[in-house]
């Protein structure tokens, strides 16, 4: 909710892919289709309680049906009327397993994994790579999701250059999406300079200047800070809400319990969320204004808003109201004040209708004229066993029985041998999709190289301490072997523990992931080949030996290849082996503190002598890295 009272949550922008691939036409160009969704009902289960068994199922969607055609569509609701869920299941983004009827067709067909290239969906957060920049984000996507069979290089980056300029993204196309550098574009506020010198400023200017020469220079700001309440009563109640915080998230709290006892013993279409970089009022309305350059062209624009302004409503073509999961009002946006004053309710002069609607569906607002129509919906049977009169009195309305007509002519007209195919395709082939984000992957170590070179300024000032400890160790006994055993156990400590940074690796882009797959950019095992040939090999591998070498020689060890060959690829496979099991934590789990309590026992494990086994730590980065990539694929991306 912003000042306004506006809230924009999700788009879903549909389009079909061109055909002409002789003309390299810009982006916007090809009509949007017409999307149908027939009698769908949503559920989901749910707890009794937080330690119950017992599961209940409740109804998100219960008998949806609609057809959005291009232009502007709008999902209205309260909160929690299934606005969003059913934006989401319109875009296939939600779970299949809570489908328990009804379909949704686009171009009267049967919605495919194809959909997912013909559609843009853009989710609430902002969520692309940070050291890219405008153009190389919107040439990722383009290279990934358009076919190198039908468009050529200069077509694709055609498309780019028109969606910059679509988006009025031309000034900024070439900055970095979260640069750290907070300066602005020079650009005039000639509101502000008018204000400046209007006589409204100078008044206000100079009555502070009276006050501020009346102040008495003797009275110093007092910068103590004064509170209500006393410490003791401050500390009860801090403490009390943070003790309910942990009981109420006992999992980071349960799980390092149990490492601590375990380690003792052992011991012993588009959617969109506005970025939040200017106001959200301000943001709605260049949002909306976009969205209806796009429908004015032909495109179907589906997307949720919860409470617009008057300018932003007056641009919608179509709207549909929900409450409690099911439909009260569909059909043209300017007829909806109508249909419910046809009901008996009454909208002031200059009321919002967008507040109307809620106020309507809140029931904050009666009917102050009751007529026929919702006095035999009132008799009827449906009515008492159903709480959202409104969602009765809809389905006998003429409006839900023209959609419903449409759609049974929509049904009978399908083919029955066609049925939905489930097989995930891809626009580009595994090999172009590898080289596209292995190359972002490079580029993004490139632009962020903090957490790089912090690692090799370390292994080197690791390496030269304990050089130093031990050098030149003596070859008598026991001198030599005690010396060589605590240098060893040095050595295995920097190399355990220094990839810990691995661990939020795949934490830190689990969201960018499950978006960018669920889209379909790019294969799972892309992404898990990206990071093993792009992170694993030059962050990992190639420091180990600048690391090895610099102790080596310091502590005398044996000048033999041979000898310094196997002691390189000795500490590369602790190495190696460290990181793998960092992989597969980050893989597993979504929280990084988490990811720290999990990661601390098997990296005490290793280092009590599977170091010593080079057998060990093949099979540990082995099964680790398959596990890491079983799991990769075994993330929801449903919402």
Known sequence: MTEDGIMLDEVLVNEQPSTD?????PCFQTPGPTVTFHSLRYRIKERLGMFSRQWVEK????DVSGILSPGMNAIMGPTGS???SLLDVIAGRKDPKGLKSGQVLVDNTIVTSDLRLCSAYVVQNDILMGTLTVRENLAFSANLRLSRKEYSSADKQMRVDSVIQELGLKDCADTKMCSNNDEMVENENPLAVIYRKSPHFLNVKDRLTQIS???????????????ATPFYYQLMLVSGRTVRHILRNPQTSYAQLFLNIFFGILVGLIYYQIPHTLPEALQNRILTLLLLRLSKKGKTVIFSIHQPRYSIFSQFDHLTLMNKGEIIYAGAANKAITYFEELGYKCEPFNNPADFFLDVTNGTVLPQIHNNKSEMCSNSDEMVENENPLAVIYRKSPHFLNVKDRLTQISDGLDPEVTKDDRVGYATPFYYQLMLVSGRTVRHILRNPQTSYAQLFLNIFFGILVGLIYYQIPHTLPEALQNRTGAFFFLVINMVFGNLSAVELFISERVLFIHENSSGFYRTSVYFLSKVFADLIPNRILPVFIFSAIPYFMMGLKPDVEAFFLYCVTMSMIS??????AFLISASVGSFAMANILIALPYV????GFWQNQVALTGIMCVCLLLTYVQLRRISRWK
Not at 214 to 224: F, Q, S
Not at 576 to 581: G, I, N, P, R
């Open 21 to 25: 691939t002789e003309e390299t036409a």
């Open 59 to 62: 109804d998100i969607l219960r």
């Open 82 to 84: 299934g606005k969003t």
């Open 213 to 227: 020469d009346g102040l008495d220079p003797e009275v110093t700001k007092d910068d103590r800070v004064g509170y």
């Open 576 to 581: 190696l082996s460290a990181v793998s099991l």
């Open 605 to 608: 494990v290793m280092m009590w």
